[in-house]
């Protein structure tokens, strides 16, 4: 059962980046078992309950759930070997990357938590501004009720905004990546379980949100129109 992330877990991955050495890892591996594989392997119990009740068909493993400490360096300018950060992924056990999902995250200075879509193309952007704009209110109340969970959207936006959005969901049309995501700074809360109904709330108030994303993922291009 989980208990709470220890103490020590931040800073052990802070000085795993820093030192960026396979010997030091692996020589450290009975540590990095206790501080994160342990906990947040129970963290996934605890969390994909949740996640389960808003999709059926996600996968909860902590296998396949939380991330390596070895990062995938071979698309990337950064060659750093080791991460900093911890992070726990829900999506469905489906054979493509174009899926939401959820996820929880422990930063060295902070953790955060959401809904989240990894492989956000123009061709789905597109799609999804069609479903916004042929259905307008079904969208005002997914984004009110993600807000109401404690979630807000951090993205990036076009220079010049697509044209068409509905009144009042302007903003919609200039993201060209997004997610949904509460920050917390009070780590300490993290030694505990006090956090753990905060996160399966934002999970559940997030469940339309992520239906929609899905049915927009699934859909054919032109299927909404306006």
């Not at 489906?94 to 123009?122: C, I, K, N, Q, T």
Request: with cysteine.
């Amino acid at each position: 059962m989980f208990e709470g992330i220890p103490a020590g877990m931040q800073s052990f991955m802070v000085e795993l980046r820093e030192r960026d050495s396979k010997a030091w890892y692996d020589a450290h591996k009975p540590d990095y078992k206790r501080l994160v594989k342990d906990p947040f392997g129970e963290l996934v119990w605890e969390l994909g309950e949740t996640a389960r009740t808003i999709d059926d068909r996600i996968l909860v493993d902590p296998r396949r759930c939380v991330s390596r400490a070895r990062r995938d360096t071979r698309f990337t300018h950064d060659k750093m070997l080791y991460r900093n950060n911890v992070w726990i992924s829900f999506k469905p056990a489906l054979d493509r990357w174009d899926l939401p999902l959820l996820y929880f995250e422990v930063m060295p200075d902070h953790f955060r938590y959401g809904l989240a879509f990894m492989d956000m193309s123009p061709a789905y952007l597109r799609k999804l501004r069609d479903y916004i704009a042929d259905c307008p209110n079904d969208f005002r109340s997914a984004v009110r009720e993600a807000q109401a969970g404690g979630l807000e959207v951090s993205a990036s936006c076009y220079k010049k905004p697509k044209e068409g959005a509905p009144k009042g969901l302007e903003e919609w049309f200039t993201y060209k990546d997004f997610f949904w995501v509460a920050r917390r700074y009070d780590n300490e809360i993290l030694q505990t379980r006090e956090f753990i109904p905060d996160v399966k709330r934002a999970f559940e108030a997030s469940a339309h949100f992520y239906e929609i994303l899905m049915e927009v993922a699934d859909s054919k291009p032109g299927e909404f129109s306006y």
